[in-house]
């Protein structure tokens, strides 16, 4: 198959006879045809999409300085009831979560009694600054 130009502008490849015949393919890359409604290169750009403008958005410093970017836990503290005698009842400070509890063996032949509680406050990060929950 040789390849022989036709025009200066249009290369034949050796396809098909049709494709060839028509002159369809040109030197620099672009195709014609009806299908399209001319060349490929002037569809292509009719019809993709352009990108919109992302200036009416929050940019990334104000999302920064107004959402939360971190949640942690603060110093763990702890409540240990007046005796293992005596029924109890501890509410977490507000905004704090219980993270453990103290079991305490009492021997054979009874039931562990609950010794206490771990508890910690939980922090939110805003901008950089650490801020308590509150209850």
Same mark, same amino acid.
Request: include cysteine; charge should be neutral.
């Given at each position: 198959? $040789? *390849?022989?130009?036709?025009? @200066?502008?249009?290369?034949?490849?050796?396809l098909t006879? #049709?494709?060839?015949?028509?002159n369809?393919?040109y030197?620099d890359? +672009? !195709?014609?045809? #009806?299908?399209? =409604? =001319?060349?490929?290169?002037?569809?292509?750009?009719?019809? #993709?999409p352009?990108?919109?403008?992302l200036a009416?958005?929050? #940019?990334?410093?104000?999302v920064? %300085?107004? *959402?939360?970017?971190?949640?942690?836990?603060?110093?763990?503290?702890?409540?240990?009831?007046?005796?293992?005698t @005596?029924?109890w009842t *501890?509410?977490?400070? =507000?905004?704090?979560?219980?993270? =453990? /509890? !103290?079991? %305490?063996?009492?021997?054979?032949?009874?039931? +562990?009694n /609950?010794?206490?509680? *771990?508890?910690?406050?939980? %922090?939110? @990060?805003?901008?950089?600054?650490?801020? $308590? /929950?509150?209850?």
């Amino acid at each position: 198959m $040789t *390849f022989s130009y036709l025009s @200066v502008s249009r290369v034949n490849v050796g396809l098909t006879d #049709t494709v060839n015949k028509a002159n369809h393919i040109y030197s620099d890359g +672009d !195709i014609y045809g #009806t299908c399209w =409604g =001319g060349y490929l290169s002037s569809y292509i750009r009719r019809n #993709t999409p352009t990108i919109p403008s992302l200036a009416p958005y929050a #940019t990334s410093s104000w999302v920064n %300085q107004n *959402f939360v970017s971190n949640i942690i836990l603060g110093a763990e503290a702890a409540y240990y009831p007046p005796g293992n005698t @005596v029924s109890w009842t *501890f509410k977490s400070p =507000g905004g704090s979560m219980l993270t =453990g /509890i !103290i079991i %305490q063996d009492t021997g054979s032949n009874s039931a +562990d009694n /609950i010794g206490g509680v *771990f508890y910690k406050p939980i %922090q939110r @990060v805003i901008n950089g600054v650490l801020m $308590t /929950i509150a209850g």
